[in-house]
C-alpha cells in the first residue's frame, strides 16, 4: 500500500468513527429528551398553567407521533439516503426543541412536542442503518457494544439531567432548558454530519404507505383524545363514539394493507407476519409493556413531585438504583441468562417486575406521606432487574420464528407498537390515576389522594406485568441467532430504549 492510500485509509477510518459519534450523540439526545421531560412535567404544570390532559398529551403526543411516523422515515432513509434524512430529522428536531423551549403557552407546548416526536421519527432509524453501512460485519461487535452504553447511559443520566436543570432554573427559565440544551447539541450534529457521515440507500427499498399512516395516526387519536380528555368533559356520548369509530378505523386499515400487500407488495404493516404465532403474541407483549410504561412512569412523576412535595432532584435521585437496575439486569440478561434459560427469563422479569409494583404498592400504603426516598430503593431495585430482564432480549425473541427476509418489517413493526402502547398508557392515566383524584382538592387533601391514586393505578401495572408472563408462553422456548451481516431496513434500525 503506498503513502497515499494509507494516509486514505486513516482518513476515511477517522471519518466514520467521527459519524458513529454523530449518530450515537443522536440517539442519545433522543434517548435523553424522552426521560428528561417525564421529571419536569410538574413544574411545566405549575408553571405553564397546563391541564392535566395537557401533560398527558406532552408526553403522549411524542409518542404518538415517533410511533405513526417511525416506519415511514425509516423508508424514506432507504428511498432518498439515510444521511440526508437524518440531517432532516436533526435539524427538525432541534428546531422543535426551540420551539419546546420558547412555548408562549401549553398549546403550543403540545404541538411543539408533536413535531418533536414526528422529527425523531426521521433521524432516529436511520441511525443503526448508518452504522451498517459504514462498519464492517466484524467490527459491528464493538460498536453496539458502545451502543449499549451509550444505552445505558441515557437511562441513568435523562431523569437526573431533567432534574438539574430544572432545579437550577438557569437565567430564571425554569423548566425551559431542558429542551434548549438540545440546541447547540443538534446545531453541532446538523454540521458535522453533513461533512462527516457517507451517504447510503437501500438497493431495494419498500414503497411508502401514506394511507396507512394517516389510518393508524386517526384510529389513535379518536382512540387516546376521548380518553384524555373524557374525565374533565364528564365523559361525553361523543367520546364513546369516538373510541367505538376508531376500532372500524383500525378495520380500514386490515383491508387496506390486505389489499396494498397484494399489489405492490409494501404495505406499512405485513398482515402475514402475524400467522406466526410467537410474533403475533410478541406484538401483543411489546404493546402491553408499552402501556405498562406509559401508566408507571407519568404517575410515579406526579406521585414524587406533586403527592409527597418533593423537589425535581429528589425525584430524579430517587430513580437512580432503578436505572443502574435495568442496566445492569438488561447486560446480563442478554449475556448470560437468556442463552442458557430462554424464555424463562423473559417471564422471570415479568413476574419479579410485577413484584416489585406490588411491594411498591405496600410500601406506599404502610409509610403515606412520610415516605423516605431510600425506603422506595428496594422495589424500585426489583422492578428495575424485572425490567431489564425483559427489554434486551424481547425483540429477538419475538422475531426469532420470523422468515429472514421479513425481518425488517417485523423490527419496524415491533418499535412502531411499543411506542403506540406508550402513548396509549399516558392516555389512560386519565382513567387509572386522575379518575382516582377529586376534581377539587384542598392542600392538605392533595397529598393523601396522589398517594391512593398512585396505588390504584400501580394495581394496574401489576395486573398488566401479570398479562405479560401469560403472553410470553406464545414465544419460543429458545430465540434462534440471527446471521449477522445482512443490510438492515432503516424501518427496523432503531436504537433499545430501556426507559420510555
Same mark, same amino acid.
Given at each position: 500500500?503506498?503513502?497515499?492510500?494509507?494516509?486514505?485509509?486513516?482518513? +476515511?477510518?477517522?471519518?466514520?468513527?467521527?459519524?458513529?459519534?454523530?449518530?450515537?450523540?443522536?440517539?442519545?439526545?433522543?434517548?435523553? !429528551?424522552?426521560?428528561?421531560?417525564?421529571?419536569?412535567?410538574?413544574?411545566?404544570?405549575? /408553571?405553564?398553567?397546563?391541564?392535566?390532559?395537557?401533560?398527558?398529551?406532552?408526553?403522549?403526543?411524542?409518542?404518538?407521533?415517533?410511533?405513526?411516523?417511525?416506519?415511514?422515515?425509516?423508508?424514506?432513509?432507504?428511498?432518498?439516503?439515510?444521511?440526508?434524512?437524518?440531517?432532516?430529522?436533526?435539524?427538525?428536531? $432541534?428546531?422543535?426543541?426551540?420551539?419546546?423551549?420558547?412555548?408562549?403557552?401549553?398549546?403550543?407546548?403540545?404541538?411543539?412536542?408533536?413535531?418533536?416526536?414526528?422529527?425523531?421519527?426521521?433521524?432516529?432509524?436511520?441511525?443503526?442503518?448508518?452504522?451498517?453501512? $459504514?462498519?464492517?460485519?466484524?467490527?459491528?461487535?464493538?460498536?453496539?457494544?458502545?451502543?449499549?452504553?451509550?444505552?445505558?447511559?441515557?437511562?441513568?443520566?435523562?431523569?437526573?439531567?431533567?432534574?438539574?436543570?430544572?432545579?437550577? !432554573?438557569?437565567?430564571?427559565?425554569?423548566?425551559?432548558?431542558?429542551?434548549?440544551?438540545?440546541?447547540?447539541?443538534?446545531?453541532?450534529?446538523?454540521?458535522?454530519?453533513?461533512?462527516?457521515?457517507? /451517504?447510503?440507500?437501500?438497493?431495494?427499498?419498500?414503497?411508502?404507505?401514506?394511507? +396507512?399512516?394517516?389510518?393508524?395516526?386517526?384510529?389513535?387519536?379518536?382512540?387516546?383524545?376521548?380518553?384524555?380528555?373524557?374525565? /374533565?368533559?364528564?365523559?361525553?356520548?361523543?367520546?364513546?363514539?369516538?373510541?367505538?369509530?376508531?376500532?372500524?378505523?383500525? +378495520?380500514?386499515?386490515?383491508?387496506?394493507?390486505?389489499?396494498?400487500?397484494?399489489? !405492490?407488495?409494501?404495505?406499512?404493516?405485513?398482515?402475514?407476519?402475524?400467522?406466526?404465532?410467537?410474533?403475533?403474541?410478541?406484538?401483543?407483549?411489546?404493546?402491553?409493556?408499552?402501556?405498562?410504561?406509559?401508566?408507571?412512569?407519568?404517575?410515579?412523576?406526579?406521585?414524587?413531585?406533586?403527592?409527597?412535595?418533593?423537589?425535581?432532584?429528589?425525584?430524579?435521585?430517587?430513580?437512580?438504583?432503578?436505572?443502574?437496575?435495568?442496566?445492569?439486569?438488561?447486560?446480563?440478561?442478554?449475556?448470560?441468562?437468556?442463552?442458557?434459560?430462554?424464555?424463562?427469563?423473559?417471564?422471570?422479569?415479568?413476574?419479579?417486575?410485577?413484584?416489585?409494583?406490588?411491594?411498591?404498592?405496600?410500601?406506599?400504603?404502610?409509610?403515606?406521606?412520610?415516605?423516605?426516598?431510600?425506603?422506595?430503593?428496594?422495589?424500585?431495585?426489583?422492578?428495575?432487574?424485572?425490567?431489564?430482564?425483559?427489554?434486551?432480549?424481547?425483540? !429477538?425473541?419475538?422475531?426469532?420464528?420470523?422468515?429472514?427476509?421479513?425481518?425488517?418489517?417485523?423490527?419496524?413493526?415491533?418499535?412502531?407498537?411499543?411506542?403506540?402502547?406508550?402513548?396509549?398508557?399516558?392516555?389512560?392515566?386519565?382513567?387509572?390515576?386522575?379518575?382516582?383524584?377529586?376534581?377539587?382538592?384542598?392542600?392538605?387533601?392533595? +397529598?393523601?389522594?396522589?398517594?391512593?391514586?398512585?396505588?390504584?393505578?400501580?394495581?394496574?401495572?401489576?395486573?398488566?406485568?401479570?398479562?405479560?408472563?401469560?403472553?410470553?408462553?406464545?414465544?419460543?422456548?429458545?430465540?434462534?441467532?440471527?446471521?449477522?451481516?445482512?443490510?438492515?431496513?432503516?424501518?427496523?434500525?432503531?436504537?433499545? /430504549?430501556?426507559?420510555?
Amino acid at each position: 500500500m503506498t503513502s497515499t492510500e494509507t494516509s486514505a485509509a486513516v482518513q +476515511g477510518d477517522r471519518r466514520r468513527w467521527f459519524a458513529l459519534a454523530i449518530v450515537m450523540t443522536a440517539a442519545f439526545m433522543d434517548l435523553v !429528551d424522552v426521560t428528561i421531560v417525564n421529571i419536569a412535567i410538574p413544574s411545566i404544570q405549575e /408553571e405553564a398553567g397546563a391541564t392535566f390532559s395537557q401533560i398527558q398529551w406532552i408526553t403522549a403526543g411524542y409518542a404518538l407521533a415517533f410511533a405513526a411516523g417511525l416506519i415511514t422515515g425509516g423508508r424514506l432513509g432507504d428511498i432518498h439516503g439515510r444521511k440526508r434524512l437524518f440531517l432532516v430529522g436533526i435539524g427538525g428536531f $432541534t428546531l422543535a426543541s426551540a420551539l419546546c423551549g420558547f412555548a408562549a403557552n401549553p398549546e403550543m407546548l403540545v404541538a411543539a412536542r408533536i413535531l418533536q416526536g414526528a422529527m425523531a421519527a426521521m433521524m432516529v432509524p436511520q441511525v443503526l442503518s448508518i452504522v451498517h453501512a $459504514t462498519f464492517p460485519a466484524h467490527e459491528r461487535g464493538k460498536v453496539f457494544g458502545l451502543f449499549g452504553a451509550i444505552v445505558g447511559l441515557g437511562a441513568v443520566s435523562g431523569p437526573l439531567l431533567g432534574a438539574l436543570l430544572t432545579e437550577w !432554573d438557569l437565567f430564571g427559565l425554569g423548566w425551559r432548558p431542558i429542551f434548549l440544551i438540545n440546541l447547540p447539541v443538534g446545531i453541532a450534529g446538523l454540521i458535522l454530519g453533513s461533512r462527516f457521515i457517507t /451517504e447510503s440507500k437501500a438497493p431495494r427499498a419498500l414503497k411508502l404507505d401514506l394511507v +396507512g399512516v394517516a389510518l393508524v395516526t386517526l384510529g389513535l387519536l379518536m382512540l387516546l383524545y376521548p380518553l384524555t380528555r373524557g374525565r /374533565e368533559l364528564g365523559w361525553p356520548l361523543w367520546g364513546y363514539a369516538s373510541m367505538a369509530g376508531a376500532l372500524v378505523v383500525f +378495520g380500514a386499515l386490515v383491508g387496506y394493507e390486505r389489499r396494498k400487500g397484494a399489489r !405492490d407488495g409494501s404495505p406499512l404493516v405485513e398482515l402475514s407476519l402475524f400467522r406466526v404465532k410467537s410474533f403475533a403474541a410478541g406484538i401483543a407483549v411489546q404493546t402491553v409493556f408499552g402501556v405498562a410504561l406509559g401508566v408507571f412512569f407519568l404517575v410515579w412523576t406526579l406521585y414524587m413531585q406533586v403527592g409527597l412535595g418533593w423537589s425535581p432532584l429528589r425525584a430524579g435521585l430517587t430513580g437512580v438504583p432503578f436505572s443502574i437496575a435495568v442496566s445492569t439486569a438488561a447486560g446480563l440478561s442478554v449475556q448470560k441468562l437468556v442463552p442458557r434459560f430462554g424464555r424463562g427469563v423473559l417471564q422471570a422479569g415479568a413476574l419479579i417486575m410485577a413484584a416489585g409494583v406490588l411491594l411498591y404498592i405496600w410500601e406506599a400504603h404502610r409509610y403515606g406521606l412520610s415516605i423516605a426516598s431510600w425506603q422506595m430503593a428496594l422495589p424500585l431495585v426489583v422492578m428495575g432487574v424485572g425490567m431489564g430482564l425483559i427489554v434486551a432480549p424481547l425483540t !429477538d425473541a419475538v422475531l426469532s420464528e420470523v422468515p429472514r427476509e421479513h425481518s425488517g418489517s417485523a423490527s419496524g413493526l415491533i418499535n412502531t407498537v411499543q411506542q403506540m402502547g406508550n402513548a396509549l398508557g399516558l392516555g389512560l392515566v386519565s382513567v387509572v390515576f386522575f379518575g382516582e383524584i377529586g376534581d377539587r382538592l384542598t392542600a392538605e387533601q392533595v +397529598g393523601p389522594a396522589f398517594v391512593h391514586a398512585f396505588q390504584h393505578a400501580l394495581v394496574w401495572v401489576a395486573a398488566l406485568m401479570a398479562g405479560i408472563f401469560l403472553l410470553m408462553f406464545a414465544l419460543p422456548r429458545r430465540p434462534a441467532q440471527h446471521v449477522e451481516g445482512a443490510e438492515v431496513p432503516a424501518a427496523e434500525a432503531k436504537e433499545p /430504549e430501556l426507559v420510555p
